[in-house]
């Protein structure tokens, strides 16, 4: 697959090179008008311009639309754990959930993971979500018009939202490890959503193999991590599972994500 998210064609329905899979279950169409480009990693977020999706697979974006699923009003979106705890304990929020180095911070209610959100009951709740991957790309992506929060999950509402409005420019971003590596589920979903916002349909099994190919899937299976939950990295891979898309505003000197869609 190429960065620009394109496979050779050669007249015939294009394989995944893991699985055998056809990757495209459709044939390719022209490009529409938008410019759509990939970039990674904070440095991507900084450049970022246009309508902009921070993409943070595991597990931020994920939590994040499962909290949505869940019936939670809003969710505030800070880079920082001392910021998180503040507003809540100011009553700017309700639950603090999020993660550093994959550990939920002391003092926060959940840490970033969809399985536990998915015990959690968050009707009409403010989430306050503090990650060291993508809330930190939201808050540096200030050349953006608009800002979507992007997951697998979540992908095909995302990609709907934007093809609808038809903006010229379009910047996705892969925040990966931290930040600061590159990662393939991040990488896989930037790809993804490029393709469906031309027109594409790619094989979504054959996109599942391929992430389940990839490094980042050991720490949910290794015993010695148990905040990596397994049920995170199934829950992350159901792709297009929810019919919305998550959409951050800015709101006075907060940051917010509400569901859309």
Partial sequence: VSRAGFLPFTGRMPACLFCG?????????????????????????RRARGVVVIVDVFRAFTTAAVAFARGADRIVV????????????????????????????????????????????????????????GTVGVAAAVGAT??????????????????????????????GWNAAVRTDEDELCALYLRNLMQGRRPEREAVRKLVLASGEVAKFRDPA???????????????????FAVRIFKEGEFLVARRQG
Avoid: W
């Fill in 225 to 243: 991590q148990p905040h990596f939950h397994p049920e995170d990295l199934e829950i992350a891979l159901e792709i297009d599972k929810y019919d």
């Fill in 21 to 45: 899979a056809a990757v495209f279950s459709a044939p390719m169409v022209e490009r529409n008008s938008m410019d759509i480009r990939i970039e990674s990693l904070i440095e991507g977020a």
């Fill in 78 to 133: 800070v880079p920082e754990v001392h910021e998180a705890l503040r507003l809540r304990d100011e009553g700017a929020g309700d639950v603090c959930v999020g993660e550093v180095n994959g550990i939920r911070p002391e003092g926060f209610d959940f840490g970033n993971s969809p399985h536990e959100l998915m015990q959690a009951e968050l009707q009409s709740k403010v989430v306050i979500l503090s990650t060291r991957a």
């Fill in 146 to 175: 608009e800002i979507y929060a992007g997951s697998f999950v979540v992908a095909e509402g995302t990609a709907r939202a934007i093809r609808r409005e038809q903006p010229a420019e379009v910047t996705i971003v892969a925040m």
